[in-house]
């Protein structure tokens, strides 16, 4: 299985930015996806997540409204459209994939840095 994001960037405050998250090797049964950010020194934070199975989609106070989580099945591409964006969005950020059930993320990708000045 591999993750492998794309996309991120410096951008203004109040600019957008749209990350992607490429998919191979995804067995095709029900998982939940999702977008995660780290920024240093700070606790690793979800900001969106989407499940395969029922197309539900999850997100934090912090972002709801501004953050669209979507899936693109016939590319395996996962992506993130943000608006209105924040100094405080600056991060790292991680897309990640888990079988439906599971306790934890299995699956990580390596990060695409996005900065907000």
């Known amino acids: 299985v591999q993750l492998v994001e794309s996309g991120g960037g410096s951008v203004q405050a109040g600019g957008s930015l749209r990350l992607s998250c490429a998919t191979s090797?995804?067995?095709?049964?029900?998982?939940?996806m999702g977008w995660f950010r780290q920024a240093p020194g700070k606790e690793r934070q979800g900001v969106a997540a989407?499940?395969?199975?029922?197309?539900?989609?999850y997100y934090p106070d912090s972002t709801k409204g501004r953050f669209t989580i979507s899936l693109d099945n016939a590319e395996h591409t996962l992506y993130l459209q943000m608006t209105d964006l924040k100094p405080e969005d600056t991060a790292m950020y991680y897309c990640a994939a888990t079988p439906c059930g599971a306790a934890d993320y299995k699956y990580w990708g390596q990060g695409t840095q996005v900065t907000v000045s």
């Open positions: 989407t499940y395969t199975g029922s197309g539900h989609t």
């Open positions: 090797g995804l067995s095709p049964i029900p998982y939940a």
